[in-house]
């Protein structure tokens, strides 16, 4: 994008927070976290590493960084000359007219990370410092004039840097280097020459700033990658092939030597800690007789949440994130060894710097996952008995509604502030529906299709027997379902006129787990009025 452009991007900012703070690190300390706000750092003193959602930059005095929200970020100082740093924090939004009218929306910066800026350039320096050691902003117009100089700062910043980033040079370039490739045959003399240093001059100030050597660096990005690709389905010989081992048996040895169990058993015998950040897979941890360490709390997605009695024991125990803003910090404080998570939850960077993530494929297909955790886990005496007892209660619930109601169709519909969405075979309660309980889809709907959203006037091309509903937490899905239940066409409905229309509370969410998948099978079927042992 062209520097005008930009600076007219910069010109929109609009300031909700500016803080100013010096930061003294100790010799040798390492410091990680989230980021939270946006910052400027400025490196007035001292050497040392900064990595940044896995960029690792040596730092050295009159270097500049500008860091993001959502960042991961690690602090390494030096032994001998601890880093010092002025950081300016800050929160601010973009402000668009539209119509007449302002709107605010996220911004993100042109360039962030380490900034490339000339080492000419004092009236940036002046600017910081202004900024830094000026006036406490108790007053109002304190506040405004510091707001102005930052916003005047950050521009100054981005003119300053060049379009096109620098090559990376020195220390930087063999860090990078070492950090995406490790899997790759890395040579010190090699990484040396890339810092432009002799080996023991590279290997000395390699120590020095990350209190490692080069080697340790290497295995530590090889561990961690290898810990994460052992929940997998992956053979140990291409475990070892995709972290840069050619031999199964060496790889082996390196990583029960750091480790302290072999690969083959540290699912099962070193893994104990695990977080989960997708509903339902908390379920399937504490069915397979463990307990996490965190799960997604329900309580903004459904409008009450009923309490399943085989999971209640383990709910509490644990760090409750929100489903909305997760907590990455609180997660990092319960040091999980391993993280699952479902590839329908946006992928976070950071979570890997927290401990080995798992992305599971997000199936319907119980059985087949919960085996799959339960043998990388050494679990599947649980996974077989879950098995065993949900196919002998699908056999009975199947017979008793059948006896009752005889072949009847089932419909889920779901109600939010925007849609009606009618759900199908493809998808959670789906399998509840129409695999556990023998119900038929209605007539006209696609199969193949996961959903469909409709108007109420569309409703009758799907009429059911039996109609499920849940409706979203919000006052505005509420008046939703109130005119949907006023209209005509939904009076009309064969399943509204027998009074067969149930409340489907939270089924949605609990059939994303198994030991759930069996509360809501009895939920259903205690509608219909047919219960079982």
Not at 77 to 94: G, H, K, N, W
Not at 265 to 272: A, R
Not at 392 to 409: M, P, T, V
Request: hydrophobic share 40%; proline share 3%.
């Amino acid at each position: 994008m062209k520097e005008n452009d930009w600076i007219k991007r910069l010109e929109q900012l609009y300031f909700t927070a500016v803080h100013v703070c010096h930061y003294s690190s100790n010799p040798g300390a390492v410091q990680r976290r989230i980021w939270k706000r946006f910052a400027i750092c400025r490196v007035i003193a001292g050497k040392g590493s900064l990595s940044m959602d896995n960029v690792v930059h040596t730092v050295s005095q009159d270097e500049w960084f500008l860091l993001k929200p959502g960042m991961h970020v690690e602090f390494q100082t030096d032994m001998e000359a601890p880093v010092r740093y002025q950081i300016i924090l800050f929160s601010c939004v973009a402000l668009t007219l539209s119509r007449k009218a302002w709107l605010t929306e996220a911004f993100d910066f042109p360039v962030t990370g380490k900034l490339h800026i000339p080492s000419s350039t004092r009236d940036i320096q002046e600017m910081m410092d202004t900024l830094v050691n000026g006036k406490h902003a108790f007053t109002s117009l304190e506040k405004t004039r510091r707001k102005h100089l930052l916003h005047q700062l950050l521009i100054q910043l981005m003119i300053h840097v060049k379009e096109e980033s620098p090559p990376v040079a020195g220390m930087d370039r063999a860090l990078e280097y070492m950090t995406h490739q490790y899997m790759k045959d890395i040579r010190v003399d090699q990484m040396a020459r890339m810092a432009g240093l002799s080996v023991n001059h590279f290997i000395r100030t390699f120590k020095r700033q990350l209190n490692m050597t080069p080697i340790e660096y290497i295995l530590k990005q090889r561990m961690a990658k290898a810990k994460q690709l052992l929940f997998s389905s992956d053979k140990i010989k291409e475990i070892a092939e995709q972290v840069g081992y050619r031999d199964e048996h060496y790889f082996s040895r390196v990583f029960k030597k750091n480790e302290g169990v072999a690969p083959t058993l540290y699912m099962k015998n070193k893994v104990s800690r695990i977080a989960t950040l997708y509903y339902g897979l908390d379920d399937y941890v504490i069915t397979l007789g463990m307990t996490p360490v965190s799960a997604l709390s329900y309580g903004q997605r459904v409008a009450r949440h009923v309490a399943v009695p085989a999971l209640q024991a383990h709910s509490h125990q644990g760090l409750i994130l929100n489903s909305f803003n997760q907590n990455y910090d609180g997660l990092r404080r319960v040091q999980p060894d391993l993280i699952i998570t479902s590839d329908r939850l946006e992928p976070n960077e950071s979570l890997h710097h927290i401990a080995p993530t798992a992305v599971l494929e997000h199936t319907n297909h119980f059985g087949e996952r919960l085996l799959y955790m339960a043998d990388i886990m050494g679990r599947t005496e649980q996974a077989a008995q879950w098995i065993e007892q949900h196919a002998d209660l699908s056999l009975a619930l199947r017979g008793r509604i059948q006896s009752r109601w005889g072949k009847q169709s089932a419909m889920f519909i779901r109600v939010s502030s925007h849609f009606y969405r009618m759900y199908g075979l493809n998808n959670q309660t789906g399998a509840l529906l129409y695999d556990d309980l023998g119900f038929q889809l209605p007539r006209y709907f696609p199969e193949k299709q996961w959903a469909v959203e409709t108007k109420a006037g569309d409703m009758q091309l799907y009429d059911a027997d039996h109609i499920f509903v849940m409706v979203d937490p919000t006052e505005e899905a509420h008046a939703q379902l109130r005119q949907l239940q006023q209209s005509s066409e939904w009076l009309a409905l064969r399943a509204v006129q027998e009074g067969c229309v149930y409340n489907a509370g939270d089924i949605f969410f609990k059939t994303l787990g198994p030991t759930g998948r069996m509360w809501a099978m009895r939920y259903v079927a205690e509608q219909l009025g047919v219960t079982v042992r």
